[in-house]
């Protein structure tokens, strides 16, 4: 059973409406098919059915970590769960890994970080703006996770406080300018991911990345639709979310030195390379050719 200050998920099978509702005694959820009194949610659990004054009904279920992210309260673009989930897998972490993030906003990735380091691990979000933490720190404690996440406020230029973190993720209008102080945080051979949203960020960007030695540099666009679910007319959704922002991922690793480079090929002979005559003839031998 179901009790106040769960988070539930209502989902309309008549319209498709739906609803992120935290159960508060004595509340009511409003709809376009009538009301549903959050007493009435609590004494169910999830799976099952409530019923609206109208006599419609409204599926209870059990939220997902993309539905929370996409409606959470905010103040800025929030990062949409086709990326954070890229995003998890190319920064390859997960229980137990420490994150350094720059770009708070509003705690939408912050609260995707939290919930996949679990228990034993460490988010640590800086931004430069106090009112964004509080909002990222009220979202993270919806979500339950506030406890895995430390907000610090300054100005990023002083650098991050933490080394050798397991992944770093900038999400900032210049991160061209943090590349320097996310390779001292970042442990070696572990990764940097970014999002920027102009192609111009990305020569900056790349630029910043080659500067600082950064390896295995890759850039990627993600886009996703969604279709109909009616059997009868299967079809794409008339709305797409496209472009988000563009992803760059890149890897901590140690200089090449000059004395490491292979040399260069430029000036090598262009001859045919030597090959054993007898070698050729035996290869050949029976085969038809060269009689």
């Not at 009511?28 to 959050?38: F, I, P, V």
């Not at 430029?266 to 030597?274: I, K, L, T, V």
Request: hydrophobic letters at 40%; a negative charge.
């Amino acid at each position: 059973m179901l009790s106040t200050g769960d988070l539930v998920f209502l989902w309309s099978p008549a319209k498709g409406d739906s609803f992120l509702v935290r159960l508060s005694p004595g509340a009511t959820q409003g709809s376009h098919l009538g009301q549903m009194k959050h007493d009435d949610i609590a004494a169910l659990d999830y799976g099952d059915v409530v019923l609206t004054n109208k006599g419609e009904p409204f599926f209870i279920l059990r939220p997902s970590l993309g539905e929370y992210t996409r409606r959470i309260k905010r103040q800025t673009q929030v990062i949409f769960p086709k990326d954070s989930g890229f995003i998890i897998q190319h920064l390859n972490f997960g229980p137990g890994s420490t994150i350094v993030e720059c770009g708070t906003g509003s705690g939408g990735l912050t609260s995707v970080f939290a919930h996949f380091v679990g228990e034993g691990g460490r988010v640590v979000s800086y931004d430069r703006r106090e009112e964004f933490s509080k909002l990222a720190e009220s979202n993270t404690e919806r979500w339950g996770v506030r406890q895995r996440v430390e907000f610090k406020v300054r100005d990023m230029r002083d650098g991050f406080d933490e080394r050798g973190v397991d992944a770093v993720f900038l999400d900032v209008q210049n991160p061209w300018d943090f590349i320097g102080v996310a390779r001292d945080a970042l442990a070696w051979g572990h990764h940097l991911g970014i999002l920027v949203p102009t192609f111009n960020q990305i020569e900056k960007t790349l630029d910043a990345l080659g500067d600082h030695s950064f390896v295995d540099i890759q850039v990627l666009e993600l886009l996703m639709r969604y279709f109909k679910t009616d059997p009868r007319r299967i079809r794409p959704d008339d709305t797409m979310t496209a472009h988000t922002g563009f992803l760059i991922f890149a890897a901590k690793a140690k200089p090449l030195l000059e004395a490491e480079q292979k040399p260069s090929n430029s000036g090598a002979s262009r001859e045919a390379p030597q090959v054993e005559t007898s070698a050729v003839e035996s290869s050949l031998a029976g085969s038809g050719f060269g009689e």
